[in-house]
């Protein structure tokens, strides 16, 4: 097990701008960065972090924490994993305790999982390098290929052998499940319990995620059997999703956020022969038709992709298809096709950084110019397939959620294709008037399908909204305030000289989280929400063992559940106010408000809500008393009332004595 002084260091050197930015392309704003949610499916930013306070928000979904929180939700680390992460990228070395054999056996399957496929990833690589049959059939193929020893190492290359079993029986003999080889795909496991490789006697591309994990794998075979597919790739697992995942994206990151353009090809061989050249911002769809979910993975690091091609038909159609997929995502999308009989792999073998660097910087044409000219070498001056062609043209500029970029593309078809632009906008409004009646129906469905389940303790939670916000806002002062010391006024009833009872104001200076706790405990409120009881119980706790608030500290100790809801209240201020609280009698703490006014409206407004809410209740229950029992209701709610003007004066005493 990993040490404490360990994770300790850990925290306190990883920063989380640094470590998120190499995953989701950030912008700052302000004192804080900002970028779109990796979580979720969004054109609008909604993700934010905060380098002073150390966490992070995603507000479209709800997720929020610390460094490695973000590593658990983003990569599927388990918590050692994530440290471990952050401990080699930033070079601390691990102490580590002796591991237990229950801690063994408690490693769930998808580790199991990533273990053998990083396994399989360095035994293909050393039968590449090392063994005869590797280097003969292998090595030589990659080296005809023109990758050097440097590249090979960088993205793993590896060889299975040809014989039928010959990883699986490697993997077996070093002590790998045959459950877990078959479900990640590399051993295929007969009725008859005979067992053989997936990709016996093939050349091997690791396909890597985002933050390095192999994930799975892509074979070439390298015989002229006609039987046998040329490309074979990893099946579905609990860890390898093809259409999540782009060939070359862990390479690629940095170089794509940096040059904020991303180059997309066809096949692993495109990628690695473009990196060696010095094109390093490039990734591939791993074998797969490009998919909404890739062109998103993209998404998190630029706007811009340019989508590269040979000169085929084949390649070329898909290159319209993959189109409107981009667009509809609101990215920027250009295209750049070579030479015919070239593909980016052969062209950038060809051609010095320089030239390959010009080349596409010059042919890459925006998508419009790319369809109308490959459209109208289709049409060949058919004016029934040339009218197709502006109507297919239109069906793509309106994928684009941008009003201002429709409008521009329109004004570029119209001079490309020689129509007046009016035709245009009323092909272009009649497809988006569809798309609009066709979601409005959507949304209609969805509506009434929501009334149709909406349950009576949903209706419930919504008239107690009132004591989730006062309840939240304690949860707030404590996480925000709770170690600073500050004066509290008491209005004491005192007799004076003649005798009559008189309220005296008396001050005194102790911390915000002494002041809550002695209030609640006073008054004998007990939070209502179960999950801010809990936050509410661990503050207190953390508080009487610090005597400083730590965030970073306090966040190791939550789960995750409690770490959502914790940064989501401290990231309170970076989201818009949408609500009008004081006019719920919730009392939101300004610019010109201190911290005793905060901390004092808040606890009262809390009294004085559960004081009314009693009095409804027993109001409510009058009709049920008998007879003999009225009198004694009467006067408890009497008792009540005159509880909830002294707490309504009270409030109104703590307003005059900060003005």
């Known amino acids: 097990m990993i040490t404490r002084e360990t994770i300790d260091k850990v925290f306190e050197t990883a920063r989380v701008e640094e470590v998120i930015g190499d995953f989701v392309q950030l912008k700052r704003a ?15 930013p909604s993700f934010m972090v905060s380098p002073v306070k150390q966490i992070w928000k995603d507000f479209s979904s709800g997720k929020g924490g610390s460094v490695v929180t973000f590593l658990m939700e983003h990569e599927h680390f388990t918590y050692p994993e994530a440290i471990r992460f952050l401990a080699n990228k930033y070079n601390i070395e691990i102490e580590e305790t002796e591991v237990s054999q229950e801690d063994k056996i408690e490693a769930n399957e998808k580790e199991s999982l990533y273990l053998v496929s990083e396994f399989a990833k360095t035994y293909f690589h050393e039968t590449l390098l090392n063994s005869e049959e590797g280097k003969a059939i292998g090595l030589s193929y990659f080296k005809e290929r023109g990758f050097t020893n440097e590249t090979i190492a960088k993205f793993g290359l590896g060889y299975s052998p040809e014989t039928w079993d010959a990883f699986t029986k490697e993997a077996l003999a070093k002590g790998y499940k045959l459950d877990y080889l078959e479900k990640v795909g590399l051993t295929i496991l007969k009725e008859d319990g005979k067992h053989f490789d997936r990709f016996k006697g093939r050349v091997m591309f690791p396909i890597q995620s985002l933050s390095g994990r192999n994930l799975g794998f892509g074979g070439r075979i390298l015989t002229n059997d006609k039987k046998a597919a040329k490309y074979l790739n990893s099946p579905e697992s609990d860890i390898y999703h093809k259409s999540k ?8 990151k940095q170089a794509i956020a940096k040059q904020n353009n991303c180059y997309l090809v066809e096949g692993y061989t495109d990628v690695i022969q473009l990196h ?6 490039v990734v591939a769809s791993s074998g797969t038709a490009l998919t909404p979910n890739q062109i998103r993975l993209i998404n998190r690091l630029t706007k811009n992709i340019t989508v590269l091609f040979d000169g085929d038909a084949a390649g070329l159609r898909a290159s319209v298809r993959g189109i409107d997929l981009i667009l509809e995502e609101g990215m920027n999308v250009k295209v750049c096709t070579f030479p015919d009989g070239d593909d980016p792999d052969s062209f950038a073998r060809k051609n010095s950084y320089e030239d390959l660097v010009s080349y596409l910087e010059n042919n890459a044409k925006d998508f419009i110019q790319f369809k109308a000219s490959l459209l109208m070498d289709e049409a060949n001056n058919d004016p029934i397939k040339k009218a197709d062609l502006i109507r297919d043209m239109v069906v793509s500029i309106s994928k684009i959620p941008d009003r201002i970029k429709r409008e521009i593309y329109i004004q ?18 009649q497809l988006v008037q569809k798309d609009i009646s066709e979601a409005g129906k959507k949304l209609k469905q969805e509506q009434k399908a929501f009334e149709v389940v909406k349950t009576e303790t949903q209706s419930a939670q919504e008239k107690v909204n009132i004591v989730y916000e006062l309840e939240r806002k304690i949860i707030e002062m404590l996480l925000l305030y709770g170690s600073q010391e500050a004066d509290f006024d008491d209005f004491i009833l005192k007799a004076n000289e003649e005798g009559e009872m008189i309220e005296e104001k008396e001050t005194s200076t102790v911390k915000v989280h002494q002041r809550i706790y002695l209030s609640l405990q006073e008054d004998e409120v007990e939070l209502a929400n179960p999950l801010f009881k809990e936050i509410y119980n661990d503050l207190i706790a953390y508080y009487n063992q610090n005597e400083e608030f730590n965030i970073e500290q306090y966040l190791m100790q939550l789960s995750v559940e409690h770490s959502q809801m914790v940064t989501d209240i401290l990231m309170a201020e970076e989201r818009e106010l949408l609500h009008n609280w004081e006019a719920k009698h919730i009392y939101v703490k300004t610019k010109n408000q201190n911290v005793s006014q905060y901390v004092s409206e808040t606890i009262v407004s809390l009294r004085e809500y559960l004081i ?3 009095i409804m209740d027993l ?17 408890t709610i009497n008792d009540y009332n005159k509880l909830k003007v002294n707490l309504t004066n009270k409030i109104g005493r703590i307003r005059s004595t900060y003005i």
């Open 412 to 429: 570029e078809t119209s001079r490309i294709m020689d129509i007046s632009e009016q035709v245009l906008l009323n092909t272009l409004a």
């Open 276 to 281: 060696q050249a010095g094109i390093e911002n």
């Open 30 to 44: 302000g004192s804080n960065y900002k970028g779109l949610s990796p979580f979720s499916d969004e054109r609008s």
């Open 245 to 252: 995942v782009l060939y070359g994206i862990f390479h690629a």
């Open 612 to 614: 009314n809410k009693l």
């Open 619 to 635: 109001m409510n229950s009058y009709s049920n008393e008998e007879e003999n029992d009225l009198e004694e209701l009467k006067s």
